[in-house]
Protein backbone atom coordinates (compact mmCIF):
# COMPACT_ATOMS: atom_id res chain seq x y z
CA UNK A 1 0.00 0.00 0.00
CA UNK A 2 0.97 3.74 0.16
CA UNK A 3 4.47 3.84 0.84
CA UNK A 4 4.58 7.40 1.00
CA UNK A 5 4.13 9.29 4.57
CA UNK A 6 1.29 11.80 4.95
CA UNK A 7 1.55 14.86 5.68
CA UNK A 8 -0.63 15.93 8.28
CA UNK A 9 -2.09 19.14 9.27
CA UNK A 10 -3.86 19.94 12.55
CA UNK A 11 -5.13 23.19 13.75
CA UNK A 12 -7.75 24.31 16.52
CA UNK A 13 -8.12 27.53 18.75
CA UNK A 14 -6.67 27.66 22.07
CA UNK A 15 -9.08 26.08 24.20
CA UNK A 16 -9.90 22.94 22.19
CA UNK A 17 -7.31 20.61 23.46
CA UNK A 18 -5.14 19.98 20.71
CA UNK A 19 -2.13 20.32 22.14
CA UNK A 20 -2.94 17.42 24.76
CA UNK A 21 -4.48 15.60 21.76
CA UNK A 22 -0.78 15.86 20.01
CA UNK A 23 1.29 14.91 23.51
CA UNK A 24 -1.14 11.82 23.92
CA UNK A 25 -0.54 10.79 20.25
CA UNK A 26 3.57 11.58 20.64
CA UNK A 27 3.43 9.71 23.75
CA UNK A 28 1.35 6.60 22.65
CA UNK A 29 4.64 5.58 21.06
CA UNK A 30 3.39 5.37 17.32
CA UNK A 31 6.78 4.91 15.31
CA UNK A 32 5.12 5.86 11.98
CA UNK A 33 4.62 9.27 13.20
CA UNK A 34 6.85 12.32 13.34
CA UNK A 35 6.13 15.73 14.44
CA UNK A 36 7.08 18.71 12.00
CA UNK A 37 9.79 20.76 13.42
CA UNK A 38 9.47 24.90 13.36
CA UNK A 39 11.98 27.32 12.44
CA UNK A 40 13.04 30.27 15.09
CA UNK A 41 15.19 33.49 15.47
CA UNK A 42 13.87 33.38 18.94
CA UNK A 43 16.71 32.19 21.83
CA UNK A 44 16.43 28.95 22.91
CA UNK A 45 15.14 28.27 26.35
CA UNK A 46 16.03 25.98 28.84
CA UNK A 47 16.03 22.53 27.90
CA UNK A 48 15.48 23.24 24.64
CA UNK A 49 16.94 20.89 21.83
CA UNK A 50 18.15 22.20 18.29
CA UNK A 51 16.28 20.11 15.78
CA UNK A 52 13.67 18.82 18.27
CA UNK A 53 12.04 21.75 19.79
CA UNK A 54 13.12 24.06 16.95
CA UNK A 55 15.24 24.82 14.69
CA UNK A 56 17.04 28.05 16.01
CA UNK A 57 18.24 30.41 13.28
CA UNK A 58 20.44 33.58 13.28
CA UNK A 59 17.80 36.26 11.87
CA UNK A 60 20.36 35.79 8.63
CA UNK A 61 19.70 32.51 8.23
CA UNK A 62 16.45 32.87 8.65
CA UNK A 63 16.17 35.22 6.07
CA UNK A 64 18.00 33.33 3.41
CA UNK A 65 15.86 30.32 4.41
CA UNK A 66 13.06 32.83 2.92
CA UNK A 67 14.87 33.63 -0.44
CA UNK A 68 15.65 30.02 -1.41
CA UNK A 69 12.01 29.45 -0.25
CA UNK A 70 12.96 26.78 1.98
CA UNK A 71 9.69 27.19 4.46
CA UNK A 72 6.11 26.29 3.85
CA UNK A 73 4.98 29.67 5.35
CA UNK A 74 6.40 32.00 7.77
CA UNK A 75 5.69 34.67 10.34
CA UNK A 76 7.11 37.17 12.19
CA UNK A 77 5.79 37.98 15.78
CA UNK A 78 7.32 39.93 18.96
CA UNK A 79 10.28 40.67 16.60
CA UNK A 80 11.46 37.07 16.06
CA UNK A 81 10.38 34.89 12.85
CA UNK A 82 8.77 31.56 13.28
CA UNK A 83 8.42 29.21 10.14
CA UNK A 84 7.84 25.95 8.65
CA UNK A 85 10.94 24.25 6.63
CA UNK A 86 9.52 22.27 3.98
CA UNK A 87 13.04 19.99 4.29
CA UNK A 88 12.17 18.46 7.16
CA UNK A 89 8.33 17.67 6.36
CA UNK A 90 9.55 16.39 2.69
CA UNK A 91 12.17 14.15 3.77
CA UNK A 92 10.37 12.61 6.43
CA UNK A 93 7.31 11.85 4.51
CA UNK A 94 9.47 10.81 1.61
CA UNK A 95 10.73 8.05 4.31
CA UNK A 96 7.47 7.01 4.89
CA UNK A 97 6.48 8.66 8.10
CA UNK A 98 3.43 10.34 8.41
CA UNK A 99 4.26 14.27 9.42
CA UNK A 100 1.82 15.78 12.03
CA UNK A 101 2.08 19.67 11.59
CA UNK A 102 0.32 21.75 14.48
CA UNK A 103 -0.24 25.15 13.05
CA UNK A 104 -2.26 28.28 13.42
CA UNK A 105 -4.98 28.87 10.50
CA UNK A 106 -3.95 31.00 8.53
CA UNK A 107 -0.17 28.90 8.31
CA UNK A 108 -2.35 26.11 7.85
CA UNK A 109 -3.65 27.97 4.66
CA UNK A 110 -0.65 28.34 3.20
CA UNK A 111 0.44 25.10 3.95
CA UNK A 112 -2.71 23.42 2.03
CA UNK A 113 -2.13 25.70 -0.72
CA UNK A 114 1.35 24.57 -0.94
CA UNK A 115 1.18 21.15 -0.75
CA UNK A 116 -2.24 20.22 -1.41
CA UNK A 117 -2.07 16.44 -1.01
CA UNK A 118 -1.68 17.43 2.42
CA UNK A 119 -4.59 16.19 4.96
CA UNK A 120 -6.14 19.01 7.13
CA UNK A 121 -7.81 18.05 10.64
CA UNK A 122 -9.90 20.81 12.87
CA UNK A 123 -9.85 20.27 16.46
CA UNK A 124 -13.20 22.08 17.92
CA UNK A 125 -13.83 22.14 21.62
CA UNK A 126 -16.72 19.81 22.58
CA UNK A 127 -19.18 23.54 22.80
CA UNK A 128 -18.95 26.93 22.89
CA UNK A 129 -19.67 26.54 27.17
CA UNK A 130 -16.74 24.45 27.32
CA UNK A 131 -14.66 27.00 25.45
CA UNK A 132 -15.60 29.31 27.47
CA UNK A 133 -14.81 27.78 30.24
CA UNK A 134 -10.96 26.18 29.22
CA UNK A 135 -10.36 29.72 28.81
CA UNK A 136 -11.30 31.03 31.90
CA UNK A 137 -9.22 28.35 33.61
CA UNK A 138 -6.14 29.28 32.18
CA UNK A 139 -5.29 31.63 34.85
CA UNK A 140 -7.39 35.01 33.91
CA UNK A 141 -10.28 36.23 35.73
CA UNK A 142 -10.30 39.64 33.53
CA UNK A 143 -13.58 39.50 31.94
CA UNK A 144 -12.21 41.61 28.88
CA UNK A 145 -9.15 39.39 28.52
CA UNK A 146 -11.79 36.14 28.40
CA UNK A 147 -13.86 37.52 25.75
CA UNK A 148 -10.96 38.90 23.90
CA UNK A 149 -9.33 35.37 23.90
CA UNK A 150 -13.43 33.56 22.94
CA UNK A 151 -13.58 36.10 19.96
CA UNK A 152 -10.25 34.82 18.79
CA UNK A 153 -11.34 31.54 18.99
CA UNK A 154 -14.08 31.86 17.48
CA UNK A 155 -12.67 33.83 14.26
CA UNK A 156 -10.25 30.79 14.38
CA UNK A 157 -13.19 28.08 14.48
CA UNK A 158 -14.66 29.73 11.17
CA UNK A 159 -11.73 28.33 9.06
CA UNK A 160 -12.35 25.28 10.03
CA UNK A 161 -14.72 24.32 6.78
CA UNK A 162 -11.29 24.83 4.86
CA UNK A 163 -10.46 21.41 6.44
CA UNK A 164 -11.22 17.96 5.54
CA UNK A 165 -11.93 16.21 8.84
CA UNK A 166 -13.28 18.18 12.22
CA UNK A 167 -12.89 16.25 15.38
CA UNK A 168 -14.90 17.83 18.41
CA UNK A 169 -12.12 16.88 21.49
CA UNK A 170 -15.01 15.48 24.50
CA UNK A 171 -12.65 12.63 25.65
CA UNK A 172 -8.59 13.19 24.48
CA UNK A 173 -8.22 9.52 24.05
CA UNK A 174 -11.52 9.20 21.66
CA UNK A 175 -9.93 12.46 19.66
CA UNK A 176 -6.46 10.38 19.34
CA UNK A 177 -8.15 7.53 18.14
CA UNK A 178 -9.99 9.53 15.62
CA UNK A 179 -7.03 10.96 14.46
CA UNK A 180 -5.84 7.56 13.76
CA UNK A 181 -8.57 6.43 12.19
CA UNK A 182 -8.04 9.43 9.65
CA UNK A 183 -4.78 8.50 8.88
CA UNK A 184 -4.86 4.81 8.14
CA UNK A 185 -8.09 5.84 6.15
CA UNK A 186 -6.33 8.35 4.45
CA UNK A 187 -3.40 5.80 2.85
CA UNK A 188 -5.80 3.52 1.66
CA UNK A 189 -7.21 6.15 -0.60
CA UNK A 190 -7.47 4.74 -4.00
CA UNK A 191 -5.57 7.89 -5.20
CA UNK A 192 -2.62 7.20 -2.81
CA UNK A 193 -2.54 3.79 -3.91
CA UNK A 194 -2.85 4.37 -7.65
CA UNK A 195 0.19 1.71 -8.39
CA UNK A 196 -1.26 -0.88 -6.75
CA UNK A 197 -3.45 -2.40 -9.81
CA UNK A 198 -0.51 -2.84 -11.72
CA UNK A 199 0.53 -6.43 -10.94
CA UNK A 200 -3.32 -7.22 -11.72
CA UNK A 201 -3.11 -5.71 -15.67
CA UNK B 1 -21.05 14.71 14.89
CA UNK B 2 -22.48 13.71 11.73
CA UNK B 3 -25.76 11.87 12.72
CA UNK B 4 -26.71 10.37 9.04
CA UNK B 5 -25.44 6.69 8.59
CA UNK B 6 -23.21 5.79 5.67
CA UNK B 7 -23.48 3.96 2.74
CA UNK B 8 -20.63 1.37 2.60
CA UNK B 9 -20.60 0.27 -1.03
CA UNK B 10 -18.39 -3.18 -1.00
CA UNK B 11 -16.81 -4.57 -3.94
CA UNK B 12 -14.04 -6.81 -5.21
CA UNK B 13 -13.32 -10.01 -7.21
CA UNK B 14 -13.61 -13.34 -5.97
CA UNK B 15 -10.82 -15.01 -4.32
CA UNK B 16 -10.24 -11.65 -2.72
CA UNK B 17 -11.97 -12.60 0.61
CA UNK B 18 -14.56 -9.69 0.83
CA UNK B 19 -17.44 -12.25 1.70
CA UNK B 20 -14.80 -13.54 5.41
CA UNK B 21 -14.15 -9.90 5.83
CA UNK B 22 -17.72 -8.81 6.18
CA UNK B 23 -18.92 -12.00 7.59
CA UNK B 24 -16.41 -10.97 10.82
CA UNK B 25 -17.32 -7.57 10.95
CA UNK B 26 -21.06 -8.34 11.00
CA UNK B 27 -19.79 -11.07 14.14
CA UNK B 28 -17.77 -8.37 15.81
CA UNK B 29 -21.01 -7.24 17.26
CA UNK B 30 -20.76 -3.64 16.41
CA UNK B 31 -24.44 -2.34 16.33
CA UNK B 32 -23.82 1.05 14.53
CA UNK B 33 -23.77 -0.98 11.37
CA UNK B 34 -26.48 -2.86 9.63
CA UNK B 35 -26.10 -5.07 6.11
CA UNK B 36 -27.98 -3.85 2.95
CA UNK B 37 -30.84 -6.47 2.10
CA UNK B 38 -31.15 -7.42 -1.77
CA UNK B 39 -34.74 -7.95 -3.41
CA UNK B 40 -34.91 -11.47 -5.57
CA UNK B 41 -37.74 -13.66 -7.27
CA UNK B 42 -35.65 -16.94 -6.67
CA UNK B 43 -37.10 -19.16 -3.87
CA UNK B 44 -36.14 -18.96 -0.50
CA UNK B 45 -33.51 -21.81 0.23
CA UNK B 46 -33.99 -23.61 3.47
CA UNK B 47 -33.51 -21.70 6.30
CA UNK B 48 -33.06 -18.16 4.30
CA UNK B 49 -35.90 -15.65 6.26
CA UNK B 50 -37.41 -13.15 4.43
CA UNK B 51 -35.94 -9.59 5.38
CA UNK B 52 -32.95 -10.90 6.87
CA UNK B 53 -31.56 -12.72 3.65
CA UNK B 54 -33.52 -11.71 1.35
CA UNK B 55 -36.44 -9.55 0.33
CA UNK B 56 -38.46 -12.87 -1.46
CA UNK B 57 -40.66 -11.22 -4.24
CA UNK B 58 -43.08 -12.39 -6.72
CA UNK B 59 -41.80 -11.90 -10.55
CA UNK B 60 -44.79 -9.09 -10.63
CA UNK B 61 -43.91 -7.40 -7.61
CA UNK B 62 -40.02 -7.10 -8.95
CA UNK B 63 -41.28 -5.30 -12.01
CA UNK B 64 -43.50 -3.13 -9.89
CA UNK B 65 -40.37 -2.02 -7.76
CA UNK B 66 -38.36 -1.67 -11.15
CA UNK B 67 -41.17 0.46 -12.15
CA UNK B 68 -41.59 2.56 -9.06
CA UNK B 69 -38.26 3.24 -9.10
CA UNK B 70 -37.86 1.52 -5.96
CA UNK B 71 -34.45 0.03 -6.97
CA UNK B 72 -30.83 1.51 -6.88
CA UNK B 73 -29.83 -1.58 -9.37
CA UNK B 74 -31.25 -4.93 -10.52
CA UNK B 75 -30.15 -7.48 -13.16
CA UNK B 76 -31.65 -10.56 -14.14
CA UNK B 77 -29.75 -13.36 -13.60
CA UNK B 78 -31.01 -17.45 -14.79
CA UNK B 79 -34.37 -16.43 -15.59
CA UNK B 80 -34.71 -14.65 -11.43
CA UNK B 81 -34.49 -11.10 -10.91
CA UNK B 82 -31.82 -9.52 -7.84
CA UNK B 83 -32.18 -5.61 -7.01
CA UNK B 84 -30.93 -3.39 -4.13
CA UNK B 85 -34.19 -1.97 -2.69
CA UNK B 86 -33.77 1.70 -1.91
CA UNK B 87 -35.73 2.03 1.13
CA UNK B 88 -34.42 -0.63 3.24
CA UNK B 89 -30.57 1.78 2.93
CA UNK B 90 -32.74 4.57 3.43
CA UNK B 91 -34.24 4.39 6.47
CA UNK B 92 -31.14 2.27 8.00
CA UNK B 93 -29.14 5.65 7.24
CA UNK B 94 -31.52 7.87 8.28
CA UNK B 95 -32.29 5.93 11.64
CA UNK B 96 -27.99 6.87 11.96
CA UNK B 97 -27.07 3.59 11.03
CA UNK B 98 -24.17 2.63 8.97
CA UNK B 99 -25.40 0.56 5.75
CA UNK B 100 -23.07 -2.05 4.21
CA UNK B 101 -23.93 -2.86 0.66
CA UNK B 102 -21.30 -5.71 -0.65
CA UNK B 103 -22.49 -5.70 -4.44
CA UNK B 104 -20.61 -6.66 -8.44
CA UNK B 105 -19.17 -3.48 -9.93
CA UNK B 106 -21.51 -2.58 -12.48
CA UNK B 107 -23.87 -2.94 -9.85
CA UNK B 108 -21.94 -0.92 -7.57
CA UNK B 109 -21.38 1.99 -10.35
CA UNK B 110 -25.23 2.16 -10.75
CA UNK B 111 -25.12 3.10 -6.85
CA UNK B 112 -22.27 5.25 -6.97
CA UNK B 113 -24.18 7.53 -9.75
CA UNK B 114 -27.97 7.01 -7.55
CA UNK B 115 -26.28 8.21 -4.48
CA UNK B 116 -22.72 10.25 -5.15
CA UNK B 117 -22.49 10.52 -1.07
CA UNK B 118 -21.68 7.28 -0.54
CA UNK B 119 -18.47 5.72 0.59
CA UNK B 120 -16.73 2.93 -1.71
CA UNK B 121 -14.16 0.47 -0.90
CA UNK B 122 -12.54 -2.10 -3.07
CA UNK B 123 -10.85 -5.79 -1.57
CA UNK B 124 -7.63 -6.49 -3.63
CA UNK B 125 -6.36 -10.10 -2.67
CA UNK B 126 -2.91 -9.75 -1.51
CA UNK B 127 -1.04 -10.97 -5.05
CA UNK B 128 -1.78 -11.97 -8.08
CA UNK B 129 -0.32 -15.24 -7.26
CA UNK B 130 -2.48 -15.43 -4.04
CA UNK B 131 -5.77 -14.62 -6.06
CA UNK B 132 -4.91 -17.57 -8.60
CA UNK B 133 -3.77 -19.90 -5.42
CA UNK B 134 -7.68 -19.11 -3.56
CA UNK B 135 -9.20 -19.87 -7.10
CA UNK B 136 -7.52 -22.97 -7.63
CA UNK B 137 -8.22 -23.71 -3.72
CA UNK B 138 -12.05 -23.16 -4.22
CA UNK B 139 -13.09 -26.79 -5.82
CA UNK B 140 -11.62 -27.19 -9.41
CA UNK B 141 -9.04 -28.27 -11.03
CA UNK B 142 -9.46 -27.54 -14.58
CA UNK B 143 -7.14 -24.98 -15.92
CA UNK B 144 -9.14 -23.51 -18.21
CA UNK B 145 -12.38 -22.90 -15.51
CA UNK B 146 -9.15 -21.29 -13.34
CA UNK B 147 -8.37 -19.16 -16.12
CA UNK B 148 -11.47 -17.76 -16.93
CA UNK B 149 -12.24 -16.80 -13.25
CA UNK B 150 -8.68 -15.36 -12.82
CA UNK B 151 -9.50 -13.42 -16.28
CA UNK B 152 -12.79 -12.41 -14.70
CA UNK B 153 -11.71 -11.10 -11.64
CA UNK B 154 -8.88 -9.20 -13.88
CA UNK B 155 -11.74 -7.58 -15.54
CA UNK B 156 -13.47 -6.60 -12.29
CA UNK B 157 -10.51 -5.18 -10.85
CA UNK B 158 -9.92 -2.76 -13.62
CA UNK B 159 -12.63 -1.06 -11.54
CA UNK B 160 -11.19 -0.32 -8.49
CA UNK B 161 -9.99 3.20 -10.32
CA UNK B 162 -13.17 4.26 -9.33
CA UNK B 163 -13.28 3.27 -5.64
CA UNK B 164 -12.32 6.04 -2.99
CA UNK B 165 -10.22 2.98 -0.88
CA UNK B 166 -8.74 0.14 -1.80
CA UNK B 167 -7.72 -2.38 1.03
CA UNK B 168 -5.18 -5.37 0.49
CA UNK B 169 -6.82 -8.16 2.19
CA UNK B 170 -3.54 -9.69 3.66
CA UNK B 171 -4.56 -10.64 6.80
CA UNK B 172 -8.54 -10.50 7.43
CA UNK B 173 -8.32 -8.84 11.09
CA UNK B 174 -5.78 -5.92 9.26
CA UNK B 175 -9.23 -5.59 6.77
CA UNK B 176 -11.89 -5.52 9.32
CA UNK B 177 -9.74 -2.74 10.75
CA UNK B 178 -9.54 -0.76 7.51
CA UNK B 179 -12.92 -0.85 6.74
CA UNK B 180 -13.90 0.32 10.45
CA UNK B 181 -10.68 3.35 10.11
CA UNK B 182 -12.42 4.16 6.73
CA UNK B 183 -16.19 4.67 8.47
CA UNK B 184 -14.79 6.24 11.36
CA UNK B 185 -12.93 8.68 9.07
CA UNK B 186 -15.79 9.11 6.42
CA UNK B 187 -18.13 10.79 9.50
CA UNK B 188 -15.48 12.73 10.94
CA UNK B 189 -15.20 14.88 7.12
CA UNK B 190 -16.12 18.31 7.79
CA UNK B 191 -18.83 18.38 4.44
CA UNK B 192 -20.59 15.89 6.45
CA UNK B 193 -20.43 17.81 9.73
CA UNK B 194 -21.36 21.26 8.28
CA UNK B 195 -23.99 22.41 11.07
CA UNK B 196 -21.78 21.98 13.82
CA UNK B 197 -19.76 25.00 13.39
CA UNK B 198 -23.44 26.61 14.09
CA UNK B 199 -23.10 27.10 17.70
CA UNK B 200 -19.98 28.85 17.32
CA UNK B 201 -21.03 31.84 15.31
Redesign the interface.
Known amino acids: ?CREGLLVVVSGPSGAGKGTVLNLLKDSGDDSIRFSVSATTRAPRKGEVDGLNYFFKTKDEFKLMIENDELFEWVEYCDNFYGTPKKYIESTIKDGYDCLLEIEVEGAANVMKAYPQCVSV?I?PP??EE?RRRIEKRGTEDVDVVNKRLDR??KE??Y??N??????NDSVEDAV??L???I???K???KR??G??K???
Open positions: MFLSFLAKIAASYDYVIVESRSINAELKFNIILQFE
